[in-house]
């Protein structure tokens, strides 16, 4: 049987509440990283830190922009650069970086960093600065600035098992790092996704995996335009994720962590002018949904691969 051991590294000011104590322990491998301002990160701050950090390795070789709130993302964008996906963050939801956790996956320089300064944005994580980034970022008050040290490519495969204590008992289990693969990757409509449609699909299912279930993303661009999870299924999800939209929906791509049950999702998207739908698929009502999305014209790509997050 495996053992693991735990060493304290110190007491945190509280938990998820102020009236919840916390502790900080070493298991033996985290990353390396240095907190250039600000105080140490807070127990709430670790929580939202590690899923903005969990979603930029997804992307470790693009420029992109990840936005978390309440330890989910809410925003997330690739672009040529940083400040181009910064644009379309703010164009997407002007709103949601404030008081956020924002993670970058390239360097950034002075120029970004002054359209930083603007928001009041709680922390940034990137793999790197200017030294000039810096002077500017630390002119933001409460900022905290975190540089990560150890390759993004490397956090990908960083370790393995997530445990959880339950009054049943200790549940330990294989990290999600399962991939899109050819052979579960499939066209299953009559209507293909063009090259760009399939394109804004992969990127939001690898976003749909950092989402609390049932996690629904409505992408376009290699943007996100809205994003749900917590609810109790998936048509809910894809209702409120349609209504963050700042702007139309049209020709917009929905992903969904977990299979679509019922032709309501279909129905609903096509209110809203979906153009195409990426899901695992799996259930005795996949010809159902795969009919519907064929009377309303709408492509749709099936993965054979489930991300349940709890």
Wanted: proline fraction near 4%.
């Amino acid at each position: 049987m495996k053992s693991y051991t735990f060493e304290k590294i110190k007491d945190l000011k509280y938990g998820e509440n102020p009236h919840q104590k916390a502790e900080l322990y070493h298991y033996g491998k985290e990353i390396d990283r240095i907190l250039l301002k600000g105080d140490e990160l807070s127990y709430n701050d670790v929580l939202n830190s590690t899923v903005a950090l969990e979603v930029a390795v997804e992307f470790f070789d693009v420029a992109a922009v990840i936005v978390v709130h309440q330890a989910n993302p809410c925003a997330v964008a690739l672009s040529k650069d940083l400040s181009s996906a910064w644009d379309k963050i703010l164009d997407s939801d002007p709103i949601c970086p404030f008081g956020s956790v924002v993670a970058f996956t390239k360097k950034v320089d002075f120029e970004f960093a002054k359209k930083l300064s603007i928001l009041p944005i709680k922390i940034i994580i990137a793999p790197d600065y200017t030294s000039d980034a810096v002077e500017e970022l630390k002119k933001v008050q409460d900022l905290k600035i975190i540089k990560i040290n150890t390759p993004y490519e490397e956090i990908l495969t960083f370790y393995n098992e997530e445990i959880k204590i339950t009054p049943f008992g200790v549940l330990i289990q294989e990290k999600d790092k399962k991939e899109l693969t050819p052979e579960t990757f499939k066209v299953v409509t009559k209507k293909k996704p063009v090259q760009k449609e399939v394109e804004d699909m992969i990127f939001a299912f690898k976003v749909a995996k950092h989402v609390k279930s049932s996690a629904i993303v409505v992408a376009k661009d290699l943007r996100t335009l809205g994003i749900c999870g917590g609810q109790m299924n998936s048509a809910k999800s894809l209702e409120h994720a349609l209504q963050c939209v700042c702007d139309s929906p049209k020709d917009s791509i929905v992903a969904s962590d977990n299979t679509l049950l019922t032709v309501d999702n279909i129905e609903i998207a096509v209110q809203n002018r979906v153009s195409g739908i990426i899901q695992p698929a799996g259930s005795i009502k996949d010809k159902e949904v795969i009919a519907a999305a064929d009377k309303y014209d709408i492509s749709m790509i099936t993965t054979g691969i489930r991300h349940l997050k709890h």
